[in-house]
């Protein structure tokens, strides 16, 4: 371990010393910046999140580093820099130059809004997975879905989008081990923009797909406000088994498993601790891998709360074409909830 300065250390990766270099990792309490210096098992065009999905003990290395808050920032020949999840809003140049917002438990966001007329609505959008998921970037964790929004729902809607900062690609806007109150922190986010933009609970739509769907579905559960989610994650098995743990829930970084969490959301809703009752949407189609999580989670959910959308389309053959193929119906729905208007409960085929 070399140390650069105050507040950063260099550590050079060499084959025979991974365990000492994880040991070491947890004992940087007072370290913001982690320069890893990798050579010996890469090429100059790979960053440690790459080189970690062939190499099992360098994943191990990367797992250490996010479950002690160290995310991967920047890339450069053999060197991968991160950073202290704490620190990225100092770091990151959208957040310093405005672009990106900064809540009070240090979210990163966006939020969009007609200066001519005061909100009557609220639309919050859940990140998906970034279309390069391993790249280095921070914008890995704020992938800009729905990007022409704002000219697809009424003028008087504000748009708030939120940073999905945690895990290793991602921590699907739930708890982590480094964070366990990350859920909490988007709850509050949410809940103080209604407030602040001062537009009602019933008008407001938590909207995500895939990674996002999951966030809107989770946080729609855990609010009682209304949601659409497309074809969520709710299940670690297939990400785990057929992309080798791509989206790195199979490490110690969670709290717990998504099918866990997800069952005890159904326990805290039917446990009457949840008041409100908006209705949940959730679009899937039986050519998703994800289908068979997805249609036995709704059976548990209260009937009365959430219409499934099944699309039957012979176009959908894998999990990213739900949300292209039903992108039409969705913007349709994102704006029935807008307007206030309940979506009945069921199940319909689209």
């Keep these: 371990m070399i140390r650069l300065d105050k507040k950063t250390v260099r550590l050079v990766v060499q084959r025979e010393n991974l365990t000492e270099t994880c040991n070491a990792i947890k004992t940087l309490s007072n370290i913001d910046y982690i320069q890893v210096e990798h050579g010996v098992f890469s090429d100059e065009e790979s960053n440690l999140i790459q080189i970690s999905m062939k190499n099992p003990e360098i994943k191990r290395l990367v797992s250490t580093l ?113 964070d366990p109150d990350a859920a909490s922190k988007v709850s509050r986010l949410i809940g103080k923009t209604i407030s602040q933009l001062n537009v009602a609970s019933s008008r407001t739509v938590l909207y995500g797909a895939s990674k996002g769907g999951t966030g809107a579905l989770y946080h729609g559960l855990i609010s009682g406000l209304k949601c659409i989610s497309v074809d969520p994650v709710i299940n670690d098995d297939y990400y785990e088994r057929r992309y080798s743990d791509s989206h790195w829930t199979s490490e110690s970084i969670f709290i717990q498993r998504k099918q866990a969490a997800f069952d005890g959301l159904l326990d805290r809703t039917t446990g009457g601790l949840n008041p409100r009752s908006e209705n949940l949407v959730v ?68």
């Design 66 to 178: 996010a479950v002690n808050g160290f995310h991967a920032y920047e890339a450069s020949g053999t060197r991968t820099k991160f950073v202290r999840q704490d620190e990225i809003p100092s770091l990151w140049h959208k957040v310093r130059s405005g672009e990106y917002k900064v809540s009070e438990d240090g979210l990163i966001h966006t939020l969009e809004s007609d200066a001519s007329s005061p909100p009557e609505s609220l639309l919050v959008i859940f990140s998906s997975m970034a279309d390069v998921y391993n790249k280095s970037s921070l914008m890995r964790y704020f992938e800009q879905n729905f990007k022409s929004a704002s000219k697809h729902v009424p003028q008087t809607t504000a748009i708030l989008r939120i940073a999905d900062v945690g895990g290793v690609v991602g921590g699907f806007y739930m708890p982590t081990v480094y």
């Design 283 to 350: 679009v899937s189609s039986p050519g998703s891998p994800l289908w068979p999580s997805i249609s036995e989670y709704c059976t548990r959910i209260d009937p009365l709360r959430v219409q499934l959308l099944i699309s039957n389309s012979p176009n959908i053959t894998d999990h990213p074409h739900v949300s292209q193929q039903t992108l039409r119906t969705v913007v349709g729905l994102i704006n029935t909830g807008l307007a206030g208007i309940e979506i009945p409960a069921g199940k319909t085929y689209i």
